[in-house]
């Protein structure tokens, strides 16, 4: 029999939950109140979320560790992130901890990614601590709440002993959390104890030597990489060899240069590391997530981390536009390579493929919203490239084409949800449940392609004046449904290079929307807008108005042409049709068709 003991000293939870139910902010307040931070001292909110892109945008994208100590006890804290497409994080981060805090937003309910983060920690066997949040919300229903978390821990299995889980109430944000709604209280040290006494101890095995679980990568100017993971067995020491067996079970040795465990959002070094700490050890760069560091002497390798198959796909090239090279510093192919490359070791979510094209490359992952974050990342790093639209990944099965399917979770008006169901059942959405409260809400679920949601929420916002909520969950692979036109309208499309000018795109503007303001820059096979009809045009949105000898051309003051909304990436991505591509550049996003010249276009379509 193994003999197991448990390091008392450390905990490893991870704080799991649906999109914005209060992750992040719950970490800020856990770290005030563990004595981080001096008294007065002025702290950002959400200080977890350190990528700039997370900031902006007010969500956590990639999970990151911190700790904070409590009676003694250092916890090591995985903050994740909630939104579906960095899924992959989630499951990566749980590959350190031996418990979870999954957060439930106390008007809200469990919604999709509660369900998804939910059935991953079961699957890894960890014990979830339930905090029911953000009890001080108007429209909060804490006990009703309650109970529906009984019911998804039920419609996920759950036994006896989980259903029994320990739960607490609080307000994240002002650093409370209670048993009872009826209890004052105004601090966390109920989480903190329940933290201590009901997520077990890391567990190891004292006769087993080193091993440690490569869960995630960083880079130092001066340390070079850096592996981050937790270790399973044994102790590690500053100066020590090592071996990390990789995923082709090679050895490479290592010798540990520097040691590091984590101290708040900070790192501390340290000359030894116990068993169950997460670490983060220098001293190789050859190491990947999943890879395991042992002892040269027993090097027996931990099971590596697997994460859900990505679902959607995306092409990436060179930038192709006439305009390429002029707004941003790196455009070159083996530039492009190295960076996904380097992604796809970072994100366990993203895989690349190599076409036989040097300057075209399949990007995978699990949605349009990763892939958006990805390109932004690139852009703001000094990229030019193109993309693809975004395309569901099919698989084979004995003669039938299967398609990723979603369940679709809707919440609108009911007077809004005449045009949402037919929406979506054109696009072979199917109705599997309804709720209608007699309130003026509706509740349903559809069960829908995958192919289908791309692009679709935009849509979705206007249809339901933008009060209306969609989430969505992947359920699996069911036989392909049928085909249906993604984009209903044409393009607009500019014949010639130029610049554009008022005139032109004033008199375009009955024809559609229009994506560009005068003084632009344009090239012929460029998208410059929306057509309103099904077909592309061409235009010369650089026509002047012709020249009188009363006045110059282009100075018409009366034209005063209709505002534009800028074009976003992910409105982009999610606009485009497979024979068009988005432009992405340091400065500009452009839409162009994939064969800029109009000739081309028309005697590869057969006309002419
Ligand atoms: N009313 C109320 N709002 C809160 C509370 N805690 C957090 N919020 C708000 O909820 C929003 C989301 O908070 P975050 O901490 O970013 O949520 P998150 O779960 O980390 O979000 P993701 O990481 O993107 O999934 C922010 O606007 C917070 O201010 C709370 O206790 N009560
Ligand atoms: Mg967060």
């Not at 949605?367 to 193109?386: K, P």
């Amino acid at each position: 029999m193994k003999k197991i003991i448990r390091n008392e000293k450390i905990r490893n939870i991870a704080i799991i939950a649906h999109v914005d139910h209060g992750k992040t902010t719950l970490v800020d307040a856990m770290f005030r109140q563990s004595g981080l931070f001096r008294p007065g001292l002025e702290v950002d909110e959400r200080i977890m979320d350190s990528m700039d892109l997370e900031r902006e945008r007010g969500i956590t994208i990639a999970a990151k560790n911190c700790s904070v100590k409590w009676n003694g006890v250092k916890i090591n804290i995985i903050d994740t992130p909630g939104h579906a497409d960095f899924g992959g994080e989630v499951e990566r981060a749980l590959s350190m901890a031996d418990g979870a805090i999954l957060l439930v937003d106390a008007s809200e309910g469990p919604l999709p990614q509660t369900r998804f983060v939910l059935k991953k920690t079961f699957e890894k066997g960890l014990k979830v601590v339930v905090v029911i949040n953000k009890i001080d919300r108007k429209d909060a229903r804490p006990e009703q709440i309650l109970d529906e978390i009984y019911d998804l821990f039920i419609d996920l299995d759950a036994d006896d002993e989980q259903l029994d889980f320990p739960y607490l109430y609080a307000i994240g944000r002002q650093g409370i959390a209670k048993k009872t709604l009826a209890e004052k209280r105004d601090d966390l040290h109920l989480l903190f104890e329940t933290i201590l006494n009901e997520i077990p101890a890391p567990g190891y095995d004292p006769e087993e030597p080193f091993q440690m679980l490569v869960s995630d990568l960083g880079y130092s100017d001066y340390l070079g990489r850096l592996a981050i993971g937790r270790i399973f067995n044994g102790k590690a020491e500053f100066h020590d060899t090592m071996v990390c067996i990789n995923d082709k079970v090679e050895h490479l040795p290592l010798k540990i240069s520097k040691l590091q465990v984590y101290d708040g959002m900070n790192l501390k070094e340290v000359d030894a590391a116990e068993p169950g700490d997460i670490v983060v050890l220098s001293g190789i760069e050859d190491v990947k997530i999943g890879d395991t560091i042992c002892t040269r002497e027993y090097p027996k390798p931990l099971k590596r981390i697997t994460v859900d198959e990505p679902t959607i796909s995306m092409e990436f090239t060179i930038n192709t536009s006439p305009l390429s090279g002029k707004e941003g510093k790196i455009v070159q192919s083996a530039k492009i390579r190295e960076r996904l490359i380097k992604e796809t070791l970072k994100n366990v979510a993203v895989r690349l493929e190599q076409t036989e094209d040097r300057e075209r490359f399949i990007v995978k992952g699990r949605g349009e919203f990763q892939m958006a974050i990805l390109i932004e990342t690139m852009r703001r790093e000094g990229f030019e490239l193109s993309v693809g639209r975004p395309k569901v990944i099919y698989k084979h099965s004995i003669g039938t084409m299967l398609e990723p399917i979603e369940k679709l979770f809707v919440d609108c008006d009911a007077d809004f949800f005449g045009v949402v169901t037919e929406k979506l059942s054109i696009r072979k959405g199917r109705l599997t449940h309804l709720v209608n409260n007699g309130r003026g809400r509706v509740r349903a679920e559809f069960s829908i392609p995958s192919r289908s949601l791309i692009g679709y929420r935009d849509e979705f916002l206007t249809d339901t004046k933008g009060t209306g909520i969609m989430n969505t969950l992947f359920e699996g692979y069911e036989a392909f449904r049928g085909y249906f036109p993604t984009r209903f309208t044409g393009s607009i499309v500019s014949d010639r290079q130029g610049n554009s000018v008022a005139y032109a795109l004033y008199h375009l503007e009955p024809r559609g929307r229009i994506f560009i303001v005068p003084g632009e820059p344009v090239y012929e096979g460029m998208i410059i807008g929306e057509h309103n009809k099904a077909v592309d045009i061409s235009a010369n949105p650089s026509k002047e108005k012709k020249l009188t000898n009363i006045r110059a051309a282009g100075k018409d003051e009366s034209i005063v042409c209709s505002p534009v909304k800028p074009m976003t990436l992910e409105r982009a991505i999610n606009f485009i049709k497979d024979d068009e591509m988005v432009e992405v550049t340091p400065q500009s996003i452009r839409l162009h068709k994939r064969v800029l010249s109009l000739k081309k276009r028309k005697n590869k379509n057969g006309v002419n």
